[in-house]
T-cell receptor
Framework: EADIYQTPRYLVIGTGKKITLECSQT?????MYWYQQDPGMELHLIHY???????EKGDLSSESTVSRIRTEHFPLTLESARPSHTSQYLC???????????????FGPGTRLTVL | QQQVKQSPQSLIVQKGGISIINCAYE??????FPWYQQFPGKGPALLIA?????SEKKEGRFTISFNKSAKQFSLHIMDSQPGDSATYFC????????????FGSGTQLTVLP
């Protein structure tokens, strides 16, 4: 069982509000990821990080921003939420694998965001 | 461009039956093929994974079959149980690559009691 946490689990807010979705892992993993997933649909990578002070945009364009000041913490921020941001946001982490091994991604439970 | 195509989108199986989910990939450099299982309200969890140096991997009731020449791999769930009802995602990656996992579109499996 992986130790990766997301808060809040559910969030309902009004348009224009600034929000931060929290993600923390206690496994010391150097890589962390944010995915966006609509219910029952595929996962789209929106941000990833290889380590502290390293962040990259993913395959799906997103208006959100991320930061990685500490290894264990990878928050996602929306400066001005809109109804189009309504979705589930999943955080994941993985370690640098040993030679010949692949890096397994461990997912948090997700934050379901609804913007009214 | 979707590099991993998954089918079917949904699957209904009777208890005790065999569930089969298929995936096809395009990038011949991929060499790691995991399957993730996701229950409602939860994040995906790694179920089983395979590398192309073997054609089959079995863990309990779950088996991955891999066909390198056809660039296809599939998940077989033997003796399917209602507790297996979940969404299943296949994924692909090139080990050691800076690129992340590429996920399929998911299959919603329902096992009827």
């Amino acid at each position: 069982e992986a130790d990766i946490y997301q808060t809040p689990r559910y969030l309902v807010i009004g348009t224009g509000k600034k929000i931060t979705l929290e993600c923390s892992q206690t496994m010391g993993h150097d890589k962390m990821y944010w995915y966006q997933q609509d219910p029952g649909m595929e996962l789209h990578l929106i941000h990833y990080s290889y380590g502290v002070n390293s962040t990259e945009k993913g395959d799906l364009s997103s208006e959100s921003t991320v930061s990685r000041i500490r290894t264990e913490h990878f928050p996602l921020t929306l400066e001005s939420a809109r109804p189009s941001h309504t979705s589930q946001y999943l955080c994941a982490s993985s370690d640098t694998p040993l030679a010949g091994k692949a890096d397994t991604q461990y997912f948090g439970p997700g934050t379901r965001l609804t913007v009214l | 461009q979707q590099q991993v195509k998954q089918s079917p989108q949904s699957l209904i199986v009777q208890k005790g039956g065999i569930s089969i989910i298929n995936c096809a990939y395009e990038n011949t450099a991929f060499d790691y093929f995991p399957w993730y299982q996701q229950f409602p309200g939860k994040g995906p969890a790694l179920l089983i994974a395979i590398r192309p140096d073997v054609s089959e991997k079995k863990e309990g009731r779950f088996t991955i079959s891999f066909n390198k020449s056809a660039k296809q791999f599939s998940l077989h769930i033997m003796d399917s149980q209602p507790g297996d009802s979940a969404t299943y995602f296949c994924a692909s990656k090139r080990s050691g690559s800076a690129r992340q996992l590429t996920f399929g579109s998911g299959t919603q499996l329902t096992v009827l009691p």
